[in-house]
């Protein structure tokens, strides 16, 4: 199965794509460029500035074309201006363990809550600095629900929502966890590996869950997204043409495509992957499920 190149994006860190069913169009950020991206098939590539770092995004039910979004001080929620710039309002911030923290990856659970969690800039430390937070559409502050953590990443949430699952990407780690998650107050509970991906090609990255239940999460530094099945056996790995594939999400009319975001570090030879950092589409034979809204 061939990846199609959908954008020659050259993100730095392309990151957190989510599917707009009712655009029709792929969203998605560049970290260290600090853009919200859009693209649609007829209407082509939009991004717009924003002040600080955006990680990770979830589009809005109570504000349309608003996106709640994980950043450097907090969660922001973030509208797309017609001079390109991104009107902002920090509805969370977060008091970070250690200077030099962001947030990472984030989405929101069945119920339209939005989880993030945030890690140190300085990755290659390897400081248990990174939480995992929860945030509410009637909560006052981000509520700490997880610390202990390097790079918390591969948030998912099963089909029925009773099933949370977490990575952390740092070569120390490379962990996927399954948790019990109590889907009326937003709880977790009964942690559990669900795969060691050491043994497996790539660090665990961004994820996505598909109509059967399945896990799909990348391996970045192995070129490849990894498809597991809810009892945690490797079910299949399909190729992108980058060596850091960075998240993937479903999307398309019938959310059968796999989009696939990735990396293009700086300083390094690119060729023998000059599409790195681009935008990327998979055909998996499989759907994927609807990604909820905050506060839907």
Same mark, same amino acid.
């Given at each position: 199965?061939?990846? @199609?190149?959908? $954008? ?17 169009? $792929? ?10 991206? &859009? ?12 002040? @600080? ?26 509208? *797309? ?16 363990? =250690? ?69 952390? &990407?740092? *070569?120390?780690?490379? =962990? ?60 299949? &790995? ?23 975001? &990735? ?27 609807? @990604?909820? =809204?905050?506060?839907?």
């Amino acid at each position: 199965m061939k990846a @199609e190149l959908v $954008l020659d994006a050259r993100n730095g860190t392309g990151e957190s794509p989510v599917w707009h069913a009712g655009e029709q169009a $792929l969203y998605w950020v560049d970290i260290p460029a600090r853009t919200l991206n &859009s693209w649609h098939a007829s209407e082509g590539h939009t991004h717009w500035q924003a002040d @600080e770092m955006i990680a990770c995004i979830a589009p809005r039910a109570d504000i349309p074309g608003a996106w709640i979004a994980g950043m450097e001080s907090g969660l922001f929620s973030l509208l *797309p201006q017609a001079d390109g710039t991104l009107a902002s309002t920090l509805i969370a911030p977060v008091a970070h363990a =250690a200077p030099a923290m962001r947030f990472n990856d984030g989405r929101c659970d069945r119920r339209g809550r939005f989880w993030a969690g945030t890690m140190l800039l300085d990755m290659a430390a390897g400081a248990r600095v990174g939480r995992l937070y929860s945030y509410g559409k009637d909560s006052d502050t981000a509520t700490l629900q997880l610390d202990d953590l390097i790079v918390p990443n591969g948030l998912a949430f099963s089909p029925d929502g009773r099933t949370m699952y977490l990575s952390d &990407s740092h *070569p120390s780690v490379q =962990a996927i966890w399954a948790f019990d998650y109590d889907t009326d107050s937003g709880t977790p509970s009964n942690r559990r590996l669900f795969a060691d991906m050491k043994p497996l090609p790539g660090r665990p990255d961004g994820a996505a869950i598909d109509v059967d239940g399945c896990y799909w999460i990348c391996g970045n530094d192995a070129g490849l997204v990894h498809r597991f099945t809810p009892d945690g056996r490797l079910d299949r &790995s399909l190729e992108v043409p980058v060596k850091k594939p960075a998240m993937c999400a479903f999307g398309g009319p019938a959310l059968d495509t796999l989009f696939v975001t &990735s990396i293009r570090p700086g300083g390094i030879d690119l060729s023998d992957q000059p599409l790195a950092g681009g935008v990327f589409a998979l055909r998996p034979g499989v759907a994927g499920m609807p @990604e909820p =809204a905050f506060g839907g």
